[in-house]
C-alpha cells in the first residue's frame, strides 16, 4: 500500500499543481507578475459580459490573435470563422481576443447588447472585451502596442495581430484576411507547434 501511494503520489501532485496554478499567479505579487507577462499582454481590460476588470497576463504562453470587431460590418460574418478557429486550436494553446471597436461608426450597441449579439448570433465563446477604440490618439493602451510593433494601424473591422507564445508579434493581418486563410492558419499553426517556456 505504502509503494502504491508513493507511485500515486507524483501524479496527484502535478494534477493539483495544474489546477491551482491560475490562482497561484494571482497571489505573486505584481513585479513577479510582471516579470512572467509579456510586455504585449501586461495590460488590464474589462471583460465585455461584465466589465469586470481582467489581466491579459493570464494568457501568457499561449498563442494570442487579437481582433478588433464590429457588430454592423461586411466582415462581421467572421465571427463564425474564429469562432471555428478558437474552437479547432484551444486545446493546442489559441486563444482569439475580441475588442469591439465603434471607430468605424459600425459598433453603436452598449456592451451587453454586444455580448448578446456575438452569442445569440455566431455563437461567440472565444474571450470577448469592453468596447473600446482601437487607432489613433484615442487607441487603447494594447492597439497603440500593437500599431507600434507592427507599423500598422487597424485600416478596418476585423484587423487581426498574432502573437506568439512569448508574446512577440508575429505578423499582422488586415480584414481582407478571413480567420479561414491558409497562411494565417499555418502561421498560427507554426506558433502553437513552438513548446511554451517553462
Not at 499567479?25 to 510586455?39: G, K, L, N, R, T
Not at 505578423?171 to 511554451?196: C, F, H, M, W
Request: proline residues 6%.
Amino acid at each position: 500500500m505504502k509503494t502504491l501511494s508513493r507511485r500515486l503520489f507524483p501524479a496527484a501532485s502535478l494534477v493539483l499543481a495544474v489546477a491551482l496554478a491560475p490562482a497561484a499567479w494571482a497571489q505573486q505579487p505584481p513585479a513577479a507578475q510582471a516579470a512572467s507577462c509579456p510586455a504585449t499582454l501586461q495590460h488590464t481590460v474589462l471583460r465585455l459580459q461584465d466589465e469586470k476588470p481582467q489581466s491579459l497576463c493570464q494568457y501568457s504562453g499561449k498563442v494570442v490573435l487579437v481582433v478588433n470587431t464590429a457588430s454592423f460590418c461586411g466582415f462581421t460574418g467572421q465571427y463564425k470563422g474564429l469562432e471555428e478557429l478558437y474552437a479547432r486550436y484551444k486545446d493546442k494553446g489559441l486563444v482569439v481576443l475580441g475588442f469591439p471597436s465603434n471607430d468605424f461608426s459600425q459598433e453603436t450597441g452598449s456592451n451587453q447588447q454586444i455580448a448578446d449579439f456575438c452569442e445569440n448570433t455566431f455563437g461567440v465563446k472565444f474571450p470577448m472585451f469592453a468596447k473600446t477604440s482601437v487607432k489613433g490618439a484615442d487607441a487603447s493602451p494594447l492597439f497603440r502596442q500593437l500599431t507600434e510593433l507592427s507599423g500598422t494601424a487597424p485600416r478596418w473591422n476585423f484587423h487581426k495581430y498574432l502573437l506568439a507564445r512569448d508574446g512577440k508579434l508575429v505578423d499582422q493581418y488586415s480584414s481582407l484576411t478571413a480567420p479561414d486563410n491558409k497562411g494565417l492558419v499555418r502561421a498560427i499553426e507554426q506558433q502553437l507547434a513552438v513548446a511554451p517556456a517553462r
